[in-house]
T-cell receptor, first 114, second 115 residues
């Protein structure tokens, strides 16, 4: 069984400030972890993913996330928020082995203030 | 990355009619596609897993006869909402698993409104 918990349904930051979106997972096997972004009335776009190897993963638009096995976390960060980062962000976990069926978190709405 | 095209992006239909939503993988073959439903301000709910050439696997609580899924080719899966009712109004999203099986690519979603 696998599950994802995203802490905070809303995160509000000022433009230029650090963005931190939290994700904790539960998985009975070493997981694959993902962060997706969704803009209004659109599908999901992959920001970054962790499968194996380096635990610090860099993605698009300046985002990165670090897989911490001891903390079962995969928090998403960006050093400086931009107005265009305002969107819904979803963390997801799946099992390795060629059978991608993800379990999504509830999502975190990122609000960026000018 | 790979592209998944979903059509239509918006549809309004009358109660009792059926609506078909198409999901196409444009530049790769997808043996497996997923159909999700998303309620406002909520996460994605997996409705079914669609496998090319075989019957779809529906999640618990999803009505098979209401949400018909056909995956007739390696690049096309369709979701037909039959005898639609206002409570079927929602945002439906498809995704296609990449050939490596490590991730999936999402369509742009379909906003269905049943009046």
């Amino acid at each position: 069984a696998q599950s994802v918990t995203q802490l905070g349904s809303h995160v509000s930051v000022s433009e230029g400030a650090l963005v931190l979106l939290r994700c904790n997972y539960s998985s009975s096997v070493p997981p694959y972890l993902f962060w997706y972004v969704q803009y209004p009335n659109q599908g999901l776009q992959l920001l970054l993913k962790y499968t194996t190897g380096a635990t610090l993963v860099k993605g698009i638009n300046g985002f990165e996330a670090e897989f911490k096995k001891s903390e079962t976390s995969f928090h998403l960060t960006k050093p400086s928020a931009h107005m265009s980062d305002a969107a819904e962000y979803f963390c997801a976990v799946s099992r390795p082995g060629g059978s991608y069926i993800p379990t999504f978190g509830r999502g975190t709405s990122l609000i960026v203030h000018p | 990355g790979a592209v998944v095209s979903q059509h239509p992006s918006r549809v309004i239909c009358k109660s009792g009619t059926s609506v078909k939503i198409e999901c196409r993988s444009l530049d790769f073959q997808a043996t497996t596609m997923f159909w999700y439903r998303q309620f406002p301000k909520q996460s994605l709910m997996l409705m079914a897993t669609s496998n090319e050439g075989s019957k779809a696997t529906y999640e618990q609580g999803v009505e098979k006869d209401k949400f018909l899924i056909n995956h007739a080719s390696l690049t096309l899966s369709t979701l037909t909402v039959t005898s639609a009712h206002p409570e079927d109004s929602s945002f439906y999203i498809c995704s296609a698993r990449d050939p490596d099986g490590t991730e999936a690519f999402f369509g742009q979603g379909t906003r269905l409104t049943v009046v």
